[in-house]
């Protein structure tokens, strides 16, 4: 047994909802992706003993009973450090050591369900919730990096603070209301300051989708020319792919969601 079914294997006896992806990637490797998640411990053997290398998904949300922060790199440690400085320190949970950042779980409770979104907690803070997945231990991330349980990790998910499901579920509350042109042009016409990159142009992107720019091409050739001209330190052109895909995942979610 390979060590990524066998913890494919244990994830699945401990109530994670798990399925297959690419070996040292994060595209799903079924055909139905995080639909194909399951606990059943029958077809979690039949897909890692036919591709024993496949990294493992766990699906987040209301399937798992828990939701996903996922502190992206720099951006997202810093956006982090203000928001808890100004609200509060996160609890002790159950937490994975990523290729770039971190993955923190949060338990489920009386606030609702929550929804993926890229950056609109803050810079470099993504959701995943319901519909959505991580990567978990002990698979390879594109870097080559292992992802690992932290070593603070708690035993058990943690209740999120109310400032976080706050944050949250602003943001979900507030997608799709329109903004003055005001708005847009301070967006268009101002420097973006090193920090507020990601979460700029997420923002963009998804004005943009919203106004019925839906060729995938021209959208990222689009943003491409943002980044380039206004932002303070431009992304890596890869980084802009990410922040594209990541955003037209949320805004095609949401459409299946609305209908």
């Known amino acids: 047994m390979s060590l990524m079914s066998k913890a494919a294997l244990d994830l699945g006896e401990r109530g994670f909802s798990v399925f297959p992806c690419q070996p040292r990637g994060k595209a799903p490797a079924c055909a139905r992706g995080v639909l194909d998640a399951t606990t059943d411990s029958t077809r979690i053997s039949r897909w890692w003993t036919a591709a024993p290398e496949c990294n493992i998904g766990i ?25 808890e400085a100004e609200h509060g320190a996160l609890p002790a949970t159950i937490e994975v050591i990523t290729g ?8 489920l409770g009386q606030h609702g369900p929550v929804k993926n979104s890229a950056s609109a907690v803050a810079p470099g803070l993504d959701v995943r919730g ?14 080559g990096r292992a992802y690992a349980w932290s ?18 579920h602003v943001d979900i ?8 042109l005001e708005h847009w042009h301070r967006k268009l016409t101002s420097t973006v300051h090193n920090g507020e990159r990601n979460a700029t ?16 091409t021209l ?24 922040v594209v895909a990541s955003v037209l995942r949320t805004h095609l979610n949401r459409l299946r969601a609305n209908g």
Request: aromatic share 8%; hydrophobic share 40%.
């Open 100 to 107: 770039k950042g971190r993955h923190c779980f949060f338990r």
């Open 151 to 168: 070593v603070d990790s708690a035993a058990e998910f943690a209740e999120a603070p109310d400032w976080l499901h706050e944050r949250i």
């Open 201 to 216: 142009l997420a923002s963009i992107c998804g004005k943009l989708l919203h106004s019925g720019l839906d060729d995938v």
């Open 173 to 180: 509350a507030g997608a799709g209301k329109g903004k003055p």
């Open 59 to 83: 699906a987040t949300g209301a399937v798992g009973g828990f939701f996903a922060l996922d502190v992206d790199g720099d951006d997202g440690e810093l956006s982090l450090r203000r928001l």
């Open 219 to 242: 959208l990222y050739d689009v943003m491409l020319c943002v980044n380039a001209a206004r932002c303070e330190t431009p992304l890596a052109e890869a980084e802009v792919e990410t």
């Open 130 to 143: 319901d519909g959505g997945y991580v990567i978990a231990p002990p698979s390879i991330h594109p870097t």
